[in-house]
């Protein structure tokens, strides 16, 4: 009789588990209904190709006004702008990254620039 208990238990643990883990990996991936309003902005650099030592200014555009939002670079000297644009001083060559972060809601989302510089 006890065996039977014990397989019982077993049994309704496995399957809380099961249950626990299924139900966690559907919440991680789940797509939601809604649209982020970062998936409309776009960030543009004002030059494709730029040199060493060369200011880049970065832009977001498509962003609602007041939306709160942040910049990183990958390397660089960087500065904000009063006017909300990233100045980039790059030091090296290659594909250098800007990125904007975005506030929706609570969620923050990102947008990357990129620009090339030799």
């Known amino acids: 009789m006890n065996g039977v208990l014990v397989a019982a238990l077993l049994v309704i643990v496995l399957v809380a ?47 609602a006004a007041g939306t709160a939002y942040h910049w990183a670079s990958d390397e660089g000297t ?15 060559t290659g594909i250098k990254n800007a990125w904007a972060f975005i506030l929706t809601g609570t969620t923050w989302s990102q947008v990357r620039c990129s620009v090339t510089v030799r």
């Open 78 to 92: 960087m500065k904000v702008q009063p006017d909300g644009r990233l100045s980039v001083i790059y030091s090296t």
């Open 17 to 63: 588990g099961v249950y626990i883990g299924i139900s966690g990996i559907a919440t991680q991936y789940a797509f939601g209904t809604s649209r982020s309003s970062a998936a409309n902005v776009l960030c543009s650099p004002d030059v494709q190709t730029a040199s060493v030592g060369q200011t880049v200014r970065f832009a977001l555009a498509g962003m």
